[in-house]
């Protein structure tokens, strides 16, 4: 006589076989610890692939990009990493303002204070990089990411190091949850100085550069969203994770001081900052979620306080 697996008469909650309802949970989990991957795979072939006239139009990046942080912020509905991190009106909000913001003005000011100057002083300096240019499509792609990852680390880095540095960073470490947008999420200030990059300085493939910036959104998006996908290790070994990433947005300072790469947690491990681990609840201090006004002046939050103080104490000594 054929013997039934016991394992399928046993019903779930939802009243399906158990054992189907886990084999589903454990598809479903494969499925989204391989997306990050593939989105990766999907960016670069669609700049390797797509028309040159599509490319080349400077609109194009800027569908992508908003279209990797939708696509990531909508698999935050179908597979939650944390309950808590749930994405509300009043973040969903928060996070289109910073978006909106990072594609316009912080994007122009670090245009007109870094890029343009960059490349008026390498063609003034007669400096030329058209080896770059003779590099294969896919190695000028690297060589993007590699040029901002490695100037992103050591700002991030030095923002965890330096009071004045960090009073500009710490807004974006009183977030209280991880969405797709949250990377986005800053005081001004450090937002430009962190989009600093010596990019300028290399003549490179208009596609690559834009494919690499892709890159950088898909893997940093992945890093902040409250999306259930723990990627493989031939990813997570050169790619940030929200592992990663979730560590470094600890509730006490000297845990947030690791994993600095936004998107190339490679460099964390060549320069031995890496630490492995993961963290469910984020923010500082007392876990109160900062205003934008208030993260917009967080960094002269001491200056102002001084200033108060001194004021009350003049009149206090006048009465
Ligand atoms: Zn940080
Ligand atoms: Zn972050």
């Known amino acids: ?61 800027v569908v992508t990009s908003a279209l990797i942080t939708l696509a990531v912020l909508g698999l935050e509905f179908v597979h939650e990493r944390h309950a808590g991190w749930r994405m509300n009106r009043r973040e969903f909000f928060t996070d289109l303002f910073y978006v909106v913001l990072g594609s316009t003005v912080i994007s122009w000011v670090s245009t007109a204070v870094a890029e343009d100057p960059l490349a008026a002083a390498k063609k003034s300096l007669g400096i030329t990089t058209q080896w770059a ?34 009073l500009t960073h710490a807004p974006h470490h009183h977030i209280t949850q991880l969405n797709a947008a949250k990377g986005a999420v800053g005081n001004p200030i450090e937002l430009v100085l962190i989009s600093l990059s010596v990019v300028a300085l290399f003549d490179l493939s208009l596609t690559a550069k834009f494919c690499a910036f892709n890159v ?87 200056l102002i306080d001084r200033i108060r103080a001194k004021r009350e104490a003049t009149a206090a000594a006048i009465n």
């Open 216 to 302: 950088l959104g898909v893997v940093s998006t992945f890093a902040h969203a409250n999306v259930r996908a723990n990627p493989p290790r031939f990813y997570a070994l050169f790619f940030t994770t929200i592992r990663h990433h979730s560590l470094h947005h600890s509730t006490d300072y000297e845990a947030t001081r690791c994993n600095y790469a936004n998107s190339l947690i490679l460099i964390d491990r060549v320069f031995g900052t890496y630490r492995e681990g993961e963290a469910a609840v984020v923010g500082q201090d007392d876990l109160r979620r900062l205003s934008i006004w208030e993260q917009f002046v967080f960094p002269f939050q001491p």
């Open 133 to 166: 240019m003779q590099m294969p499509w896919l190695l000028q792609v690297v060589l993007v990411i590699v040029l901002i990852e490695f100037g992103q680390y050591w700002m991030h880095r030095l923002m965890h190091n330096a009071t004045p540095f960090w």
């Open 1 to 61: 006589m054929e013997q039934l697996p016991v394992c399928n008469t046993v019903l779930s909650p939802d009243g399906r076989p158990r054992a189907v309802a886990s084999d589903h949970g454990a598809a479903k989990q494969k499925l989204f610890d391989l997306l990050p991957p593939a989105f990766v795979a999907a960016v670069v072939a669609f700049w390797a692939f797509a028309p040159k006239a599509l490319a080349e139009n400077g609109w194009t990046i």
